[in-house]
């Protein structure tokens, strides 16, 4: 079954969603499914078989490439015929940007079944950013507008409509709800139509409300393949970024951003470090924002941020050879859908200490980390008691790694084709199918 993929993130940015997306191309191919993947273009982007680049501009936020065809909607004729030219069975849309509207556009004139990953919490970067809800209103309003339907009501009225509106909720102010409902709007307009929506893990379905039923939910870790290191890349990597023989190396990977929680990891570390002064936090990742960061790094002193090592966005062998550096994992985000990184660490056999409840009881390591409270305290507690107990680091990264194994691309793709698969029939019949793909999608 020949998938066309539809993403707004692409190479050389490196995140979680690319590397789920080449994953599965990669592990489908291998299987006899090529596929074609439609992208924005960046300067000195490699070139790849089977990528359709599309005219992207700066959008100035996270290294990220804004497809322009949304302001001229005669732009998405060219590339609906190169995509038919492909002769694609199925669209797979893994992003809620220009292009993956463009997907949801290709597929209904292709007549097409669409599938959506629901990678990103947009809720949550949205209150993260404070977008204002006026632009995503009128986001709302031009989505409508290029697949050529009317745009849904927006606001308390819209909201309440569709039974989104948390009146009351502790801690979310009329901003915070506005921008929700504008987000609810766009997922209505994005999801709605989907013949198969798949979610990476339970957090998705325990944080926000998808205006699809729930037969159409999918529940599709993704598989990581784990990647050890040879000593002499890890001693490299160690020489390379000033990590001393006796560093005791406490790891991040992730964009270095205010949404990934490293607000909360700084200070905290700053107290683990008071518990063990050989501890070095390595941050492997891209900074976006880095006057925020460099008023971060301020707040902790001199002695901590002496302590603390950026290294920037890196390849993936380079992150291989982080892991194999590192003792323990931090991962402080509350956003994140999936956090590949934690079954990469766990395939290391790199213990992970994280403040998300859900992640922790339902993503692919079941448990096997250790969970805390999101405070500097809790969470530089959680990590001391992984330097000070290498036995139990051990036999929680071993646990980590059985549970992370079971998750491998090619069960991914074996599951993604039983959801296209699923997806076509639905797409045939005009009537909805019930079925379930590894785990069921719970009852929300």
Request: proline content about 9%; hydrophobic content about 45%.
């Amino acid at each position: 079954m020949r998938a066309v993929h539809f993403t707004d993130t692409y190479l050389p940015r490196r995140d979680g969603v690319v590397t789920s997306i080449r994953t599965l191309v990669r592990a489908l191919a291998d299987h006899g499914h090529p596929g074609l993947t439609v992208v924005p273009r960046h300067p000195g982007q490699a070139d790849e078989p089977d990528l359709l680049r599309l005219r992207a501009l700066p959008c100035g936020v996270a290294d990220l490439r804004f497809s322009p065809w949304l302001l001229r909607g005669a732009g998405a004729t060219g590339t609906i015929e190169a995509v038919a030219a492909a002769e694609p069975e199925i669209v797979h849309v893994h992003t809620p940007g220009p292009v993956g509207l463009l997907g949801v556009l290709a597929a209904r004139r292709l007549g097409l079944p669409l599938v959506q990953t629901y990678h990103t919490d947009l809720h949550a970067y949205a209150d993260a950013y404070r977008l204002p809800a006026q632009a995503l209103r009128a986001t709302v309003r031009l989505y409508a507008r290029r697949l050529g339907v009317p745009h849904p009501p927006v606001g308390p009225v819209g909201a309440r409509a569709r039974g989104r509106w948390p009146v009351g909720r502790a801690g979310r102010g009329p901003a915070t709800l506005h921008r929700r409902a504008a987000l609810d709007a766009t997922n209505l307009l994005l999801l709605g139509d989907a013949d198969a929506v798949v979610v990476p893990t339970r957090a998705v379905l325990d944080r926000i409300s998808l205006p699809v039923p729930d037969e159409r939910v999918f529940l599709v870790p993704t598989g990581v393949a784990g990647r050890r290191p040879e000593p002499g890349q890890v001693a490299a990597f160690r020489a390379a970024h000033g990590i001393a023989p006796d560093d005791r190396v406490v790891l991040a990977v992730g964009r270095v951003n205010r949404e990934k929680g490293v607000d909360l990891l700084v200070p905290a570390f700053a107290r683990a470090l008071a518990g063990c002064p050989q501890a070095r936090l390595v941050l492997v990742g891209a900074v976006f924002d880095p006057r925020w960061l460099t008023g971060l790094l301020k707040s902790v002193g001199p002695a901590v941020a002496a302590r603390i090592t950026l290294t920037g966005q890196q390849p993936a062998e380079t992150v291989a050879a982080a892991y194999g550096s590192a003792e323990l994992l931090a991962f402080p985000s509350r956003t994140d859908t999936q956090a590949l990184v934690l079954q990469e660490a766990a395939l290391a056999g790199v213990p992970a200490v994280l403040v998300d409840p859900v992640l922790h009881r339902h993503g692919p390591l079941a448990g096997a980390a250790v969970q805390t409270a999101p405070t500097p305290e809790d969470f530089a507690a959680g990590m001391l008691r992984l330097l000070d107990d290498p036995a139990e680091a051990r036999r929680i990264g071993a646990t980590a790694a059985s549970r992370a194994a079971r998750h491998t691309p090619t069960s991914y793709a074996a599951a993604m084709c039983e959801v296209y698969d699923q997806a076509a029939r639905r797409q045939r019949a005009g009537a909805r199918t019930t079925g379930e793909v590894g785990q069921p999608a719970v009852n929300r």
